[in-house]
Nanobody, 125 residues
Framework: QVQLVESGGGLVQAGGSLRLSCATS????????MGWFRQAPEKEREFVAA????????TVAASVKGRFTISRLYAKNTIYLQMNSLKPEDTAVYYC??????????????????WGQGTQVTVSS
């Protein structure tokens, strides 16, 4: 069992920055690639970014490329999503998720094995 706890969401003006954190239960951190998803009201959950178990490979959605960065810190069993140049359309609940290392489709939420409870990000215009 893997437990994921997100934090760092909040209200920010357009153009501002936030850093989301996702703390994981410890022993299994290296067994999983990790991802961030978001879900706006009345919309489907969409892929934002993912990072390999080693941290050596990352991928981000086209809509956030150049603005968002995903990283992981083994010393704290935590992954991060640095969000810069935020736009009102980035408003959503953001979720972190864990996917087994053997799985290769990082973009589909259905493939992920564990999810956090989500953290709200609101960007005002």
């Amino acid at each position: 069992q893997v437990q994921l706890v997100e934090s760092g969401g909040g209200l920010v003006q357009a153009g501002g920055s936030l850093r989301l954190s996702c703390a994981t239960s410890g022993r299994t951190f290296s067994s999983y690639n990790m991802g961030w998803f978001r879900q706006a009201p009345e919309k489907e959950r969409e892929f934002v970014a993912a990072i390999s178990w080693s941290g050596g490979t990352t991928t981000v959605a086209a809509s956030v490329k150049g603005r968002f960065t995903i990283s992981r810190l083994y010393a704290k069993n935590t992954i991060y999503l640095q969000m810069n140049s935020l736009k009102p359309e980035d408003t959503a609940v953001y979720y972190c998720a864990a996917i087994q290392r053997s799985k290769t489709d990082w973009n589909s939420p259905g493939g992920y094995d564990y999810w956090g409870q989500g953290t709200q990000v609101t960007v005002s215009s």
